[in-house]
């Protein structure tokens, strides 16, 4: 097969996608509509998607909030109707600059438009598919998986034999990091509710707490990190689980405090920070990576971290599946699947 670089002058074709229009509720925004198919650009690789997943970020750009994401991504209406980020498929064509990939490849990483039949995204965008990885597990890796290690690792300064608290432990990077800290060595406790116990146990959690039982932040038990996937908690009471030199990484918060914005909570975190000793991260967003996304997928391949994958939809059913993660009791990851 040519590179599709080679021709551009062919008729265009069309396919599948989840596409919006103006920012509100899936239900309503979103809708599966015939699109043209992409054709990669010099440096891009077009996948045929075998499979994507749902993550806050997806909705938080359908709803346009909190509304200073709107500054980014269109006042009014969106600039990009794409949906999805979170790709995994096979190589169906590629540009002429494009070296490392050839059709047929099976690749996973991040896009936009992964709602779709078939997606473009940069060669420095993905990475070969670890054999023993299934397409599912593949697609759900990239946005978690990168916000669990750069949050561990680079704001948290993991070490062997750490004692790490993860809140929300069962959630789409929740289930990363608890895998992910144990592989650096730490001893991990893991906040989640009930349903949920057996499950983080069984991911390598060394202690589980049952948060509709018990009270994290009020049981004297003190951390050298604390990894926040949910915010729900003051800062003052987050502060009070740490060690003197301990480190609080804020990587997720509610829809209530997305709602209010990040902004007022960093802010709340800068000031705190200059009369106490901790480490109080004040805003953390994952930034996608070739070098990280490579050791994700060893991760996957070793059998360090294996992905939880809670509902599967098909394309057709992306209004749904959003609609459930924004929901927030989504166990693990939320996956399209396309055959």
């Known amino acids: ?18 596409v919006y229009s103006e920012y509100g509720p899936p239900d309503v925004v979103v809708q599966i509509n015939e699109v043209e198919k992409p054709i ?7 996948l045929k998607v075998r499979a994507a997943s749902v993550n806050p970020l997806d909705w938080h750009f359908m709803r346009g909030t ?15 109707t794409r949906l999805g980020v979170d790709v995994a498929g096979q190589v169906e064509a590629v540009g002429r600059n494009v070296t490392q ?23 420095s965008a993905l990475v070969i598919k670890p054999d023993n990885v299934t397409f599912e597990q593949a697609a759900s890796a990239p946005v978690a998986a990168f916000t669990a290690l750069q949050g561990l690792r680079d704001k948290g300064h993991i070490q062997p034999g750490q004692k790490v608290l993860i809140n929300g432990a069962a959630g789409g990077v929740g289930t990363f990091a608890v895998q992910i800290a144990k592989s650096f060595g730490a001893e991990v406790t893991g906040v989640c509710s009930t349903r949920n116990v057996e499950m983080v ?39 009070c689980v740490l ?12 829809s209530d405090c997305w709602m209010i914005g990040p902004l007022a909570r960093a802010f709340a975190t800068l000031v705190l920070s200059w009369f106490v000793s ?39 059913e992306v209004p749904e599946a959003i609609r459930y993660l924004e929901e927030g009791h989504a166990r693990g990851k939320v996956v399209i699947t396309l055959e």
């Open 40 to 46: 990669p650009k010099d440096n891009e690789v077009l």
């Open 66 to 80: 909190p509304y200073l994401l709107r500054l980014m991504a269109g006042l009014r209406k969106p600039k990009d």
């Open 278 to 316: 901790q480490k109080l991260v004040k805003f953390f967003l994952a930034r996608p990576n070739k070098e990280d996304l490579t050791v994700v997928g060893e991760f996957m391949a070793t059998g360090k971290v294996t992905p939880v994958i809670d509902k599967r939809y098909r394309l057709s």
């Open 243 to 254: 060690n003197p030199k301990g480190i609080y990484v804020p990587v997720g918060g509610t």
């Open 201 to 239: 146990r069984s991911m390598g959690a060394d202690r589980v707490i049952d948060y509709t039982r018990e009270d994290f932040t009020k049981m004297g038990q003190r951390y050298d990190l604390f990894f926040d996937c949910i915010g729900n908690h003051s800062l003052l009471a987050c502060r």
């Open 101 to 123: 990939f050839k059709p047929g490849d099976s690749l996973f990483g991040s896009c936009r438009g992964a709602f779709a039949e078939y997606a473009c995204t940069a060669e």
């Open 1 to 18: 097969m040519e590179k599709a670089g080679k021709d551009r002058t062919s008729v265009q074709q069309h396919m599948r996608a989840a």
